[in-house]
């Protein structure tokens, strides 16, 4: 028993929603933005949820991981190429209607200075090599690397043995992790090798999670994980508590270091759960406009719409709010994107069909 596309687009969904709480709530100083009752010592309760959600890139990695394995891990290289292309394609249109459709938005509700920078700027974040203009696009540039390797991190794990595979990726997490906080090589004041050391040390603390993702998948470590556990008595209430230990765990220990282990940890009791099916239901919707939820929030909650976002002052009704907001802006990025989708999805099934004729009578 594997994980399903549903399942994937179930913890996308999840994901999405654990970044919200993580970038509204986890922050101790609240200046007045909204209620803090109940209170643990000093610190506001609904601080620790949104830390949790910290987890949120590392679900995301695990899930981008086990799919793209799942998918491309019996394909050759050169088929593989050509799915990632089309992949990357897709999402940098994503983007760069996201980009244009609240770039008009800024200047028409009269705060220009949220894309100020000149036309540099613009093109450094439209090519991805900056995201000044929101800080959530970062893991825009990750992935689009991690894509690219994943041919090579493939062969990689179908050669070797996943424990050493484990260590390895383990090590470079936190070596990564190490200089991303403390910085402890200085490389200088030029901006193009601080640039490409940062990538480097962003693809670094993403790697962990993404070849957990394929090792689940080349180990069908779910499956042992569903066949051990699934039918045991009490099994909801079980992973329920263990959640919950998880979630104590990281209240005790704040540092986002052991975020993909707290992910891990997640998606497994998370999915060995049974789950109403309105709860499936709600991630799947979720996870259908995650991209475009990732891409946006951040322009209503910080940059544009700060002070509409907070007005309700209670966070259960903050954070649903921002999803409402989310959601209307991605079903208008949708009526735009959707169209072109259409036309690149029936070019590439034209072009494999010429593929495949040729090949046909060349044999």
């Not at 086990?66 to 994503?94: E, H, Q, T, V």
């Not at 690219?148 to 050669?159: E, F, H, M």
């Not at 990281?250 to 997640?266: D, L, N, R, V």
């Not at 209307?328 to 999805?345: G, V």
Request: hydrophobic residues 55%.
């Amino acid at each position: 028993m594997e994980f399903s596309k549903k399942d994937i687009k179930m913890l996308q969904g999840v994901a999405i929603s654990f970044m919200l709480l993580l970038h509204l709530f986890a922050r101790k100083e609240i200046n007045g933005l909204y209620e803090t009752f109940p209170m643990i010592g000093e610190v506001p309760f609904v601080y620790y949820i949104g830390l949790f959600g910290d987890a949120c890139v590392p679900m995301y990695l695990f899930a981008s991981g086990y799919g793209l394995y799942m998918s491309l891990g019996m394909k050759n290289a050169l088929s593989i190429k050509k799915k990632n292309f089309i992949r990357i394609l897709k999402l940098l249109i994503n983007f760069w209607i996201i980009l244009f459709m609240f770039l008009g938005l800024a200047f028409l509700i009269g705060k220009p200075e949220v894309f100020s920078g000149g036309l540099s700027n613009f093109l450094l974040n439209f090519f991805l090599l900056s995201n000044s203009y929101n800080g959530a696009w970062w893991y825009l540039q990750t992935y689009v690397i991690l894509i690219l390797l994943t041919p090579v991190l493939i062969n990689i794990v179908k050669k070797y043995n996943s424990i050493g595979l484990l260590i390895v990726s383990g090590m470079i997490y936190l070596v990564s992790y190490i200089q991303r906080i403390k910085f402890v090589i200085d490389f200088g004041d030029s901006l193009a090798i601080n640039m490409l050391v940062n990538a480097a040390v962003l693809v670094g603390t993403s790697q962990l999670a993404f070849i957990v993702g394929f090792i689940f998948a080349k180990e069908k470590i779910y499956s042992w994980l569903y066949n051990k556990f699934y039918g045991i008595n009490y099994k909801n209430s079980l992973c329920a508590f263990g959640i919950l230990a998880l979630f104590i765990l990281h209240a005790f220990y704040e540092s986002m270091i052991i975020a993909p282990f707290t992910a891990i940890g997640f998606i497994c009791l998370f999915s060995l759960m049974n789950k109403r099916m309105f709860i499936q239901k709600t991630f799947n919707f979720l996870g259908d406009h995650s991209t475009n939820i990732w891409l946006t929030h951040m322009f209503f909650y910080s940059l544009l719409f700060r002070e509409l976002v907070f007005a309700i002052k209670y966070p259960p009704l903050i954070f649903v709010w921002l999803v409402i907001l989310c959601l209307i802006s991605s079903f208008l990025i949708n009526s735009i994107y959707n169209p072109i989708l259409k036309i690149i999805d029936k070019k590439t099934l034209l072009g494999m069909e010429r593929s495949r004729i040729s090949v046909q009578k060349s044999g």
